[in-house]
C-alpha cells in the first residue's frame, strides 16, 4: 500500500495519477478524499490527529505527505511541527517509508540563485523557520536510522488542479482572462523557475519507489529555463491569443492588500524571493533517472487546454 498524507490538493492529486504507474494500492487520506484512480482506497481522517493518523499509515509500505496547512504563519507554527512529529511516530512503528514534498522555504536566500540540495539551511522567514524545524525532524530521524525516508524539494510550481495556489495563474492568467495586464510581484525581470506539477508528482513517486534514493534530499524536476515574469506574461499571452501586458507592483504592496486579502498579506514576507532570480537546479535528479520535464511553453499549453480563456 502507498499512502497518500493530504491527498485533495494539487500535488496529491497528480501523485494519484502518477503512482498508478507503480501500483494498484493507493490509500488517499484527507478529511474528505475523492478518488483519481478507480483502485484507490478513500480514508477519510483529520491528520492533526495523532491516533487517526496512525492508523492511516498503518499497512503502508510508503507514506507520501502532501499536505497543504492553511496559508497563515500562526496555523504553521501551531501544526506543522507536533503533525510531523506524528508522521515520523508512526511511520517508524508500522515501518513505512517516508517521502515528504517540500517547498524552499528553508533555504538560504544567498543560495536562490542555484538552489542545489547542499544548499544551506538557514530561513530569513517566519514560515522558513517552521520549514526548517520540520526538515531538521526529518534529517535526525533518517539520521538516527529510525526511518527511511526522502526530502523531496519543489519550487513555486503552476497546472490546472488547483490552479488557486499558483501565482502564474493567479496573477497572469486571471487577470489575462478578465482582459487586464497581468501583474507581478517584486522584480519583474528577475528569473523565476516555475515547476510543473504534473512533473513534479511523477518525479516524487519516482523517488517513493526507488530504494537506492532514501535517506537522502532530491530537488525534483524542473526544467533548466528559468523565465523572468516578463516572459512566463509574454508565454500566457501567446498561448492566449491576447495583448501581451505586465505591470510590476511593488513587494510593499503585497502587505497594503494584506489588510484585504490576508494570504497576499502573509507573502509579504516571502517577497524577497521574487527580487532577485531564483533558479531550481534539479540535474541530480535529472541524471539519476534520465527524466526530461516538460517545456515551458508545452507545459502552458497543456494548463491552458484544460481552462477557459
Request: charged share 25%; hydrophobic share 40%; aromatic share 12%.
Amino acid at each position: 500500500m502507498q499512502t497518500i498524507i493530504g491527498s485533495g490538493g494539487a500535488i496529491g492529486t497528480e501523485l494519484a495519477k502518477a503512482l498508478a504507474t507503480f501500483t494498484k494500492e493507493i490509500r488517499l487520506v484527507s478529511r474528505n478524499p475523492q478518488k483519481v484512480n478507480e483502485t484507490d482506497h478513500l480514508f477519510p481522517a483529520d491528520v492533526t490527529n495523532k491516533t487517526q493518523l496512525s492508523k492511516a499509515i498503518e499497512g503502508s509500505e510508503v507514506v507520501y505527505v502532501t499536505v497543504g496547512f492553511e496559508y497563515k504563519y500562526a496555523v504553521w507554527k501551531s501544526q506543522w511541527v507536533p503533525f510531523i512529529k506524528n508522521v515520523l511516530d508512526a511511520c517508524e512503528q508500522h515501518q513505512a517509508r517516508l517521502v515528504f514534498f517540500d517547498n524552499i522555504y528553508a533555504i538560504d536566500k544567498a543560495s536562490l540563485a542555484n538552489i542545489t540540495e547542499t544548499s544551506p539551511l538557514n530561513p530569513c522567514s517566519k514560515k522558513g523557520k517552521v520549514r526548517d524545524e520540520v526538515d531538521r525532524l526529518i534529517l535526525k530521524a533518517i539520521e538516527e536510522k529510525k526511518v527511511e525516508a526522502i526530502i523531496a524539494r519543489s519550487p513555486d510550481f503552476f497546472g490546472a488542479e488547483k490552479k488557486q495556489n499558483s501565482m502564474l495563474m493567479n496573477l497572469i492568467y486571471d487577470n489575462f482572462k478578465k482582459g487586464k495586464a497581468a501583474q507581478w510581484f517584486g522584480n519583474v525581470d528577475a528569473k523565476h523557475t516555475m515547476g510543473y506539477t504534473p512533473d513534479l508528482a511523477k518525479g516524487t513517486a519516482i523517488l517513493g519507489n526507488s530504494l537506492d534514493a532514501y535517506n537522502q534530499v532530491w530537488n525534483l524536476p524542473t526544467v533548466d529555463a528559468a523565465y523572468s515574469g516578463r516572459q512566463w506574461a509574454a508565454l500566457f499571452a501567446k498561448e492566449m491569443q491576447v495583448k501581451n501586458k505586465i505591470v510590476q507592483l511593488p513587494s510593499w504592496m503585497l502587505r497594503l492588500l494584506g489588510m484585504f486579502i490576508p494570504v497576499l498579506g502573509e507573502l509579504y514576507e516571502m517577497s524577497y524571493q521574487f527580487e532577485v532570480d531564483y533558479i531550481f537546479n534539479s540535474t541530480k535528479f535529472k541524471n539519476r533517472f534520465d527524466f526530461t520535464p516538460t517545456d515551458n511553453e508545452v507545459a502552458v499549453r497543456q494548463v491552458l487546454a484544460t481552462m477557459p480563456h
